[in-house]
């Protein structure tokens, strides 16, 4: 079984930071994406960054410029540094994998559990 954890919402008032952790455990042989997706109340869940296996990032256009993508192989975690926080940035953020855990298998995408994010004005 896989498990995202992830860490780092909070509360913050317009103009700050926050850094977003996500930590992908289990049965893991290889991981092609990570990502992040928010949700925000009445809205569709979309994508906000995301890293390829190969380092390549894309970022939603509003992010540009204040979100910056990572990740750490070695302990298949990604991480979302959030700076210039808006009050529209305010929502649900969740983490994602797409993985298989054994060669040959399936490809796969996970989530995890969510974590909000909140920024006042």
């Known amino acids: 079984q896989v498990q995202l954890v992830e860490s780092g919402g909070g509360l913050v008032q317009a103009g700050g930071s926050l850094r977003l952790s996500c930590a992908a455990s289990?049965?893991?042989?290889?991981?092609?994406?990570m990502g992040w997706y928010r949700q925000a109340p009445g809205k569709e869940r979309e994508l906000v960054a995301i890293?390829?296996?190969?380092?390549?990032?894309n970022y939603i256009d509003s992010a540009k410029g204040r979100f910056t993508i990572s990740r750490d192989s070695a302990k298949n975690t990604v991480n979302l540094q959030m700076n210039t926080l808006k009050p529209e940035d305010t929502a649900v953020y969740y983490c994602?994998?797409?993985?298989?855990?054994?060669?040959?298998?399936?490809?796969?995408?996970?989530w995890g559990q969510g974590t909000q994010v909140t920024v006042s004005s």
């Open positions: 890293i390829y296996r190969n380092g390549d990032t």
């Open positions: 994602n994998a797409n993985l298989r855990s054994a060669a040959g298998t399936t490809w796969l995408s996970y």
């Open positions: 289990g049965t893991i042989f290889s991981i092609n994406t």
